[in-house]
C-alpha cells in the first residue's frame, strides 16, 4: 500500500514548456486534490476532483489544467510554464461518504523550478 | 480575510517540555473541521489531529492534543513532552464544503517550532 505517489520528484523547465505532473493513489479513494506551496506560505489549492469524471478549480487555478483520468489517478498540466509556477506541489487524496473520516493524505510532492 | 490565521511565525521549547501551538478561524458555516499537519524538513505533510465542529471533547492523538474554544474561534495544538523529531513546520487547516458533495482545505501560513536540546 504506497498510499499517494507523484512523479516526478524534482522538474526544472524552462519559460514555456510544458509538462505534465502525475498523481496517483491506492486507497480507493473518492476525492482527490492538487496543491502548491511557496515560501512563507500555506498550501493552496489549485484543483480538485470531488469523484471520478468531475473537476472543479480551486483557489490558484490560472495557468494549469487537470484531467481525472480514473479513479486513481489525476494529473496536472502546465500548458506554458511561467516562473511564477516555480513551486512544490502536493497531490493528496480523501475518502469521500457519510462515515468517512474527512482526513486529506497528501504525496511526498514534487519540486518545480521554472527558469 | 484570511480563513485560517497563525500569528506564531517561530516557536522554540525545551525538549521534554509541552508547547502550544496557536490557529484561530473564520467561518460561519456551522459544520467544519480543524487539522493540524506536521512537515519535517523532508518535505512531506503529515496529519496529525483532527476536531469536528460538533465533537464534545478535544481531540488527542497521543502526545498531541487539540484546544478547541469554538466561541473564541481558535484550535490550538498542544504538544506534550517535546521531542527533538518535533521540530518543523506545523499547519493548522479548516475544511471548507466544495463542489459535488466534496470538501477542501484551506490553510494557515505555518508555524515553524524548534526544540532545543
Known amino acids: 500500500n504506497a498510499g499517494v505517489t507523484q512523479t516526478p520528484k524534482f522538474q526544472v523547465l524552462k519559460t514555456g514548456q510544458s509538462m505534465t505532473l502525475q498523481c496517483a493513489q491506492d486507497?480507493?479513494?473518492?476525492?482527490m486534490y492538487w496543491y502548491r506551496q511557496d515560501p512563507g506560505m500555506g498550501l493552496r489549492l489549485i484543483y480538485y476532483?470531488?469523484?471520478?469524471?468531475?473537476?472543479d478549480k480551486g483557489e490558484v487555478p490560472n495557468g494549469y489544467n487537470v484531467s481525472r483520468l480514473n479513479k486513481r489517478e489525476f494529473s496536472l498540466r502546465l500548458e506554458s510554464a511561467a516562473p511564477s509556477q516555480t513551486s512544490v506541489y502536493f497531490c493528496?487524496?480523501?475518502?469521500?461518504?457519510?462515515?468517512?473520516?474527512?482526513?486529506?493524505?497528501f504525496g511526498p510532492g514534487t519540486r518545480l523550478t521554472v527558469l | 480575510a484570511q480563513k485560517i490565521t497563525q500569528t506564531q511565525p517561530g516557536m522554540f521549547v525545551q525538549e521534554k517540555e509541552a508547547v502550544t501551538l496557536d490557529c484561530t478561524y473564520d467561518?460561519?458555516?456551522?459544520?467544519?473541521?480543524l487539522f493540524w499537519y506536521k512537515q519535517p524538513s523532508s518535505g512531506e505533510m503529515i496529519f496529525l489531529i483532527y476536531q469536528g465542529s460538533y465533537d464534545q471533547q478535544n481531540a488527542t492523538e497521543g502526545r498531541y492534543s487539540l484546544n478547541f474554544q469554538k466561541a473564541r474561534k481558535s484550535a490550538n495544538l498542544v504538544i506534550s513532552a517535546s521531542q527533538l523529531g518535533d521540530s518543523a513546520m506545523y499547519f493548522c487547516a479548516m475544511r471548507e464544503l466544495a463542489q459535488g458533495g466534496s470538501e477542501k482545505l484551506v490553510f494557515g501560513k505555518g508555524t515553524k517550532l524548534t526544540v532545543n536540546p
Open positions: 493528496a487524496s480523501r475518502k469521500q461518504g457519510a462515515l468517512a473520516r474527512h482526513t486529506q493524505y
Open positions: 467561518t460561519s458555516d456551522p459544520s467544519y473541521g
Open positions: 476532483s470531488a469523484s471520478e469524471g468531475t473537476t
Open positions: 486507497m480507493n479513494h473518492n476525492s
